[in-house]
Protein backbone atom coordinates (compact mmCIF):
# COMPACT_ATOMS: atom_id res chain seq x y z
CA UNK A 1 0.00 0.00 0.00
CA UNK A 2 1.84 3.24 -0.73
CA UNK A 3 0.71 6.88 0.36
CA UNK A 4 -0.88 9.56 -1.68
CA UNK A 5 0.92 12.15 -2.33
CA UNK A 6 -1.00 15.72 -2.10
CA UNK A 7 -0.68 17.47 -4.84
CA UNK A 8 0.97 21.00 -4.74
CA UNK A 9 0.19 23.95 -6.36
CA UNK A 10 3.00 26.21 -6.26
CA UNK A 11 3.32 30.09 -7.37
CA UNK A 12 6.03 30.97 -10.43
CA UNK A 13 8.13 32.83 -7.62
CA UNK A 14 8.03 29.79 -5.24
CA UNK A 15 9.09 27.56 -7.64
CA UNK A 16 11.82 29.69 -9.05
CA UNK A 17 13.07 30.22 -5.28
CA UNK A 18 12.67 26.52 -4.00
CA UNK A 19 14.77 25.31 -6.58
CA UNK A 20 17.97 27.85 -6.42
CA UNK A 21 17.90 27.13 -2.65
CA UNK A 22 18.68 23.01 -2.27
CA UNK A 23 17.68 23.13 1.39
CA UNK A 24 14.38 23.93 0.90
CA UNK A 25 14.05 22.07 -1.97
CA UNK A 26 10.18 20.96 -3.91
CA UNK A 27 9.97 17.46 -1.49
CA UNK A 28 9.50 19.53 1.78
CA UNK A 29 6.62 21.68 1.08
CA UNK A 30 5.01 18.61 -0.40
CA UNK A 31 5.73 16.80 3.09
CA UNK A 32 4.11 20.05 4.92
CA UNK A 33 1.09 20.17 2.79
CA UNK A 34 0.41 16.20 3.34
CA UNK A 35 0.75 16.20 7.14
CA UNK A 36 -1.75 19.23 6.86
CA UNK A 37 -3.75 17.46 4.52
CA UNK A 38 -3.51 20.00 2.19
CA UNK A 39 -4.15 19.96 -1.99
CA UNK A 40 -2.30 22.95 -2.61
CA UNK A 41 0.08 25.18 -0.62
CA UNK A 42 1.52 28.71 -0.69
CA UNK A 43 3.61 30.76 0.74
CA UNK A 44 4.02 34.11 2.35
CA UNK A 45 6.45 35.75 0.09
CA UNK A 46 8.24 38.73 0.73
CA UNK A 47 9.43 40.54 -2.74
CA UNK A 48 9.31 37.12 -3.98
CA UNK A 49 11.34 35.35 -1.07
CA UNK A 50 9.48 33.72 1.24
CA UNK A 51 8.78 35.96 4.53
CA UNK A 52 10.91 34.22 7.52
CA UNK A 53 9.15 33.31 10.15
CA UNK A 54 12.21 34.03 12.81
CA UNK A 55 12.16 36.57 15.52
CA UNK A 56 15.04 35.98 17.57
CA UNK A 57 17.79 34.79 15.40
CA UNK A 58 20.04 37.78 14.89
CA UNK A 59 20.62 37.22 10.71
CA UNK A 60 21.67 40.65 10.02
CA UNK A 61 24.45 41.01 12.83
CA UNK A 62 25.86 43.97 11.47
CA UNK A 63 22.35 45.47 10.28
CA UNK A 64 20.26 45.79 13.54
CA UNK A 65 16.98 48.20 10.83
CA UNK A 66 16.98 45.20 8.92
CA UNK A 67 16.66 42.71 11.40
CA UNK A 68 14.06 44.75 13.30
CA UNK A 69 12.26 44.95 9.93
CA UNK A 70 12.21 40.91 9.69
CA UNK A 71 11.32 40.27 13.09
CA UNK A 72 8.23 42.74 13.43
CA UNK A 73 7.18 41.00 10.20
CA UNK A 74 7.16 38.06 11.51
CA UNK A 75 5.34 38.55 14.46
CA UNK A 76 3.02 40.67 12.70
CA UNK A 77 2.12 37.66 10.19
CA UNK A 78 1.98 35.17 12.77
CA UNK A 79 -0.67 37.38 14.16
CA UNK A 80 -2.54 37.82 11.13
CA UNK A 81 -2.79 34.17 10.09
CA UNK A 82 -4.26 33.12 14.04
CA UNK A 83 -6.33 35.74 13.54
CA UNK A 84 -7.46 34.22 9.77
CA UNK A 85 -10.26 31.13 10.04
CA UNK A 86 -9.69 30.83 13.91
CA UNK A 87 -5.73 29.76 12.99
CA UNK A 88 -6.57 27.12 11.28
CA UNK A 89 -4.89 26.71 7.53
CA UNK A 90 -0.84 27.84 8.18
CA UNK A 91 2.00 26.30 9.69
CA UNK A 92 5.60 27.38 9.73
CA UNK A 93 7.36 25.58 6.59
CA UNK A 94 10.38 24.42 5.72
CA UNK A 95 13.67 27.02 6.39
CA UNK A 96 11.27 29.11 8.83
CA UNK A 97 8.75 30.06 6.29
CA UNK A 98 5.44 30.18 6.60
CA UNK A 99 3.19 27.80 4.52
CA UNK A 100 -0.72 27.72 4.05
CA UNK A 101 -3.63 25.88 2.53
CA UNK A 102 -3.87 27.71 -1.02
CA UNK A 103 -7.95 26.31 -1.24
CA UNK A 104 -8.56 28.22 2.51
CA UNK A 105 -10.30 31.74 1.42
CA UNK A 106 -10.27 33.24 4.48
CA UNK A 107 -6.24 32.54 4.73
CA UNK A 108 -5.37 33.28 1.30
CA UNK A 109 -7.14 36.49 1.62
CA UNK A 110 -4.85 37.20 4.77
CA UNK A 111 -1.61 36.46 2.88
CA UNK A 112 -2.41 38.37 -0.05
CA UNK A 113 -3.31 41.62 1.59
CA UNK A 114 0.38 40.80 4.06
CA UNK A 115 1.97 40.03 0.74
CA UNK A 116 0.34 43.54 -1.01
CA UNK A 117 2.11 45.60 1.98
CA UNK A 118 5.40 43.67 2.30
CA UNK A 119 6.25 44.38 -1.47
CA UNK A 120 5.23 47.94 -1.69
CA UNK A 121 6.32 49.48 1.97
CA UNK A 122 8.23 46.26 4.07
CA UNK A 123 7.35 46.70 6.94
CA UNK A 124 3.87 45.46 8.64
CA UNK A 125 4.63 46.62 11.88
CA UNK A 126 6.74 49.71 11.92
CA UNK A 127 6.38 51.17 15.39
CA UNK A 128 7.11 47.37 16.81
CA UNK A 129 10.24 47.34 14.35
CA UNK A 130 11.39 50.91 16.48
CA UNK A 131 10.70 49.38 19.40
CA UNK A 132 12.68 45.82 18.52
CA UNK A 133 15.86 48.14 17.29
CA UNK A 134 15.63 50.10 20.33
CA UNK A 135 15.74 47.16 22.51
CA UNK A 136 18.12 45.61 20.44
CA UNK A 137 20.47 48.51 20.71
CA UNK A 138 20.54 49.21 24.15
CA UNK A 139 20.77 45.30 26.45
CA UNK A 140 20.70 47.58 28.92
CA UNK A 141 20.64 51.30 30.76
CA UNK A 142 24.48 51.62 29.77
CA UNK A 143 24.97 50.06 26.66
CA UNK A 144 24.12 52.01 23.34
CA UNK A 145 24.91 50.75 20.00
CA UNK A 146 22.77 52.82 18.02
CA UNK A 147 25.48 55.61 17.84
CA UNK A 148 26.46 59.08 18.86
CA UNK A 149 22.73 60.40 16.91
CA UNK A 150 21.36 58.58 19.66
CA UNK A 151 19.05 60.27 22.03
CA UNK A 152 19.74 57.91 25.23
CA UNK A 153 21.61 58.67 28.39
CA UNK A 154 24.75 56.51 26.95
CA UNK A 155 24.96 58.91 23.79
CA UNK A 156 24.00 62.06 25.99
CA UNK A 157 25.49 61.66 29.31
CA UNK A 158 27.60 64.42 31.06
CA UNK A 159 30.41 62.91 33.25
CA UNK A 160 30.00 65.31 35.95
CA UNK A 161 26.38 65.26 36.42
CA UNK A 162 27.13 61.56 37.08
CA UNK A 163 29.80 62.29 39.35
CA UNK A 164 27.52 64.58 41.10
CA UNK A 165 24.39 61.87 41.11
CA UNK A 166 26.96 59.34 42.22
CA UNK A 167 28.55 61.73 45.59
CA UNK A 168 24.76 62.61 45.74
CA UNK A 169 23.69 58.64 46.93
CA UNK A 170 26.93 57.80 48.68
CA UNK A 171 28.37 55.57 45.52
CA UNK A 172 31.36 57.63 45.52
CA UNK A 173 33.17 59.05 49.00
CA UNK A 174 35.47 61.07 50.53
CA UNK A 175 38.07 58.77 50.56
CA UNK A 176 38.06 57.41 47.40
CA UNK A 177 40.28 58.93 44.61
CA UNK A 178 38.73 57.34 41.52
CA UNK A 179 35.69 56.68 40.10
CA UNK A 180 34.03 54.70 37.41
CA UNK A 181 31.32 55.94 34.98
CA UNK A 182 29.11 53.43 34.13
CA UNK A 183 28.14 55.45 30.78
CA UNK A 184 31.61 55.72 29.60
CA UNK A 185 32.95 52.55 31.15
CA UNK A 186 35.84 53.93 32.56
CA UNK A 187 37.74 54.98 35.19
CA UNK A 188 38.91 58.79 36.24
CA UNK A 189 40.45 60.06 38.89
CA UNK A 190 39.02 62.69 41.42
CA UNK A 191 40.81 65.55 40.90
CA UNK A 192 40.90 69.10 42.61
CA UNK A 193 37.53 70.08 40.54
CA UNK A 194 35.45 67.49 41.73
CA UNK A 195 36.96 68.07 45.44
CA UNK A 196 34.97 71.15 45.29
CA UNK A 197 31.56 69.61 43.81
CA UNK A 198 32.06 66.85 46.38
CA UNK A 199 32.75 69.47 49.10
CA UNK A 200 29.27 71.18 48.31
CA UNK A 201 27.15 68.31 48.23
CA UNK A 202 28.31 66.73 51.77
CA UNK A 203 28.05 70.35 53.33
CA UNK A 204 24.72 70.61 52.06
CA UNK A 205 23.50 67.12 53.17
CA UNK A 206 25.29 67.49 56.38
CA UNK A 207 23.06 70.69 57.03
CA UNK A 208 19.88 69.28 56.20
CA UNK A 209 20.83 65.91 58.39
CA UNK A 210 21.13 68.71 60.87
CA UNK A 211 17.85 70.67 60.16
CA UNK A 212 15.96 67.56 59.97
CA UNK A 213 17.01 66.07 63.30
CA UNK A 214 16.00 69.58 64.91
CA UNK A 215 19.33 70.75 65.88
CA UNK A 216 20.25 74.56 64.77
CA UNK A 217 23.17 75.39 62.62
CA UNK A 218 25.63 77.94 63.92
CA UNK A 219 27.90 79.64 62.17
CA UNK A 220 30.80 81.62 63.86
CA UNK A 221 32.11 84.74 62.81
CA UNK A 222 35.61 86.09 63.92
CA UNK A 223 36.19 89.80 63.15
CA UNK A 224 39.79 90.64 61.91
Known amino acids: MSLAVAEITLTESLSDWAGQNYSYSRWEFEDTAEK ?7 VV ?12 QRYYVYDTPRWAQGASNAEAIEEALNAADGGHGWAYGPGETF ?14 EL ?26 EFTCHAGRDCSCDVATHECSEVFAAGV ?20 YKIGADERKVMARILARKWH ?17
Open 36 to 42: NEWTAIG
Open 45 to 56: MDNDSPASSSTD
Open 99 to 112: VYDANNAAVAAVVE
Open 115 to 140: ESVLASYGYLNEERASELEDEENHPD
Open 168 to 187: ECDEITAEMDEWHCPYCKED
Open 208 to 224: EEIQAAGQMTVFMFVAA
